[in-house]
């Protein structure tokens, strides 16, 4: 019997797959383009809008300065009087640019809580240490100036005279047998710094109640030393004079 021969089935190839190759990048980017173009022509009117905001944007951006640096200082909360004694509700802290804080500007209320005025301020006005009865009104006078408190003769004198305004010092005496003496000025152009009229209050420099008649003077060393106890060597008065160099 002849032999069979057996041959093995031949399975069928599966059939080729596909191959996707992917979109060259020249033609990816040229459709991007396209479309950009398309939707652009499409919505020509909102793209300018959104362009203009845009360049409005940069402009304000590059035109607005940075946020400058602020200090806290303290401003009158309403118009004072000279010779108030400040309270708390008195002043308010504003913010300043650095370069307005001097050496002499109070920052915090328990600063100037209770002291007193020597001038008015208006209501936003910056609250100083030269602005108080005390060593700060003494600001700017040559070394080794003194404030010195001197009783006038006439105390109703008194109300004449604000600080600020410059007088002299005028000494009238008697020689022991009641003639009086040649009036002797004692200073001459000397800045009032408080007088007793401004509340009646006597502030840091005055320790008694006792302050009728009081004025308080900025004098030089040598004018401070005639002026020392003059008023047991008689009866001391003041003069108004104007500042040195004005008219008339």
């Given amino acids: 019997m002849p032999a069979t021969l057996f041959r093995p089935s031949r399975r069928s190839a599966p059939p080729p797959r596909a191959v996707r190759h992917p979109l060259p ?3 990816t980017s040229r459709r991007g383009r396209q479309r950009l173009g398309s939707w652009l022509s499409r919505n020509r009117r909102l793209a300018i809008a959104l362009l203009l905001c845009l360049a409005a944007g940069i402009t304000v951006h590059q035109l607005t300065p940075p946020p400058a640096d602020t200090a806290t ?4 909360a309403r118009d004072l009087p000279a010779g108030s004694a400040l309270a708390a509700a008195d002043l308010t802290p504003v913010k300043i640019p650095p370069q307005m804080v001097n050496a002499g500007s ?3 209320a328990s600063e ?5 005025l020597a001038a008015p301020l ?3 006005q910056l609250l100083t240490d030269s602005q108080l009865l005390g060593p700060g009104l003494l600001t700017g006078t040559p070394p080794g100036s003194a404030a010195v408190p001197l009783r006038m003769a006439d105390p109703s004198s008194i109300q004449l005279v604000s600080p600020g305004q410059l007088v002299n010092v005028v000494l009238t005496g008697t020689n022991g047998y009641d003639q009086n003496t040649p009036a002797e000025v004692l ?3 000397v800045a009032v710094l408080w007088t007793s009229g401004q509340g009646g209050k006597t502030g840091q420099w005055l320790g008694t109640g006792e302050s009728d ?3 308080v003077v900025a004098a030089a060393p040598e004018q401070a030393a005639r002026l020392a106890g ?8 003041f003069v108004l004079v104007g500042p040195p160099g004005a008219a008339g």
């Fill in 230 to 237: 003059a008023s047991t060597q008689g009866k001391l008065f």
């Fill in 112 to 116: 100037a809580t209770g002291k007193q």
């Fill in 122 to 124: 208006r209501k936003g």
């Fill in 187 to 189: 200073a001459s152009s």
């Fill in 73 to 76: 200082a303290l401003a009158a």
């Fill in 106 to 108: 109070l920052t915090h």
């Fill in 25 to 27: 990048a020249r033609r």
């Fill in 213 to 215: 008649g009081l004025i």
